[in-house]
């Protein structure tokens, strides 16, 4: 019977966000091809720093179990085949159980995350991660010089998001864009019962919320960072309830800078829309740029 990734978290992620290959990037970014391979191959059992999400990729395999499957990480990259072994042999040195992985010598990898029912999408890439979310996919590109998280917390996967353009959609953030604060905080007053519609991460948090359920060793605790205020909060707080998920913690900063209210929570990984919350947040702990909404439009 083949293996299925039915009823499992699926994190795809590529090599520069799992480990630190940037000074092979540069390489790789100049477009020598076969200069990239050779040092990948004189490279080939050095095993590399840990990257920003090796952290949260640890974490959530420790939800497997010898009785229970119930996280699945693939790597997808666009490495070639030769460079994937120093990634499986890294990924092996670092106590990581990886067994699947996609590379594809310089071509857009996103094809493969439907497939692999990907649940998320970690990459360095820009135009990776557009891509992915542009075909429905919750992907975020990480900042590789984020602050790596902290170590209070073995035992619990933390996992911080904003609202709107990243759980919720876009839809309240062209009005603010728009029409200024003031008209923001009537509209979403006037529509306080009204849910939001879906951002491309809602479906990542549903899959964190049925891995919640789990009898693991690990647990989850999520939090909403928002620029929202007072009376816009009360939108997004129906919104959660109308998709019958709790997050743990909510934090409504009023434009309040992120990054002090992200060093206290402490999160293996923060989700953010916008240029300069993820800097804030970058600057004490994981963080990935959804880059989706109209903060994002090209």
């Not at 080939?44 to 920003?52: H, K, N, R, T």
Request: glycine share 6%.
């Amino acid at each position: 019977m083949p293996f299925s990734l039915d009823n499992k978290l699926v994190v795809a992620i590529s090599s520069r966000a799992l480990f630190d290959f940037e000074e092979e990037n540069r390489i790789f970014e100049t477009g020598d091809a076969q200069r990239y391979m050779t040092v990948q191959l004189e490279r080939l059992e050095q095993i590399a720093q840990p990257g920003v999400a090796l952290p949260l990729i640890r974490k959530l395999l420790a939800f497997n179990t010898e009785d229970a499957h119930r996280v699945e990480v693939v790597i997808v990259s666009r490495n070639d085949p030769v460079s994937g072994l120093r990634v499986f042999n890294s990924a092996r040195a670092n106590g990581l159980k990886l067994e699947r992985g996609v590379f594809t010598q310089g071509r857009e990898p996103y094809r493969y995350l439907r497939p692999l029912h990907a649940n998320l999408f970690l990459s360095a890439n820009d135009a990776d991660v557009r891509t992915a979310l542009d075909n429905g996919f919750p992907a975020a590109h990480v900042y590789p010089d984020s602050m790596h998280a902290a170590t209070e917390h073995p035992d619990e996967v933390r996992i911080a998001f904003d609202g709107d353009a990243v759980l919720f959609s876009d839809e309240a953030e062209r009005v603010f864009q728009r029409d200024g604060l003031e008209t923001f905080h009537a509209h979403e007053a006037s529509h306080s019962r009204e849910p939001l519609n879906a951002g491309p991460f809602k479906s990542f948090l549903e899959a964190l919320h049925r891995l919640q359920q789990a009898d693991a060793p690990m647990r989850i605790r999520t939090a909403l960072v928002t620029a929202r205020s007072a009376p816009a909060h009360e939108r997004a707080i129906r919104t959660l309830m109308s998709w019958n998920i709790q997050v743990d913690e909510a934090l409504f900063l009023g434009g309040l800078e992120k990054g002090p209210f992200l060093a206290e929570f402490e999160p293996d990984f923060f989700f953010d829309d916008q240029t300069g919350h993820c800097l804030s947040g970058a600057r004490v702990g994981p963080t990935g740029q959804v880059l989706a909404g109209v903060i994002n439009a090209e």
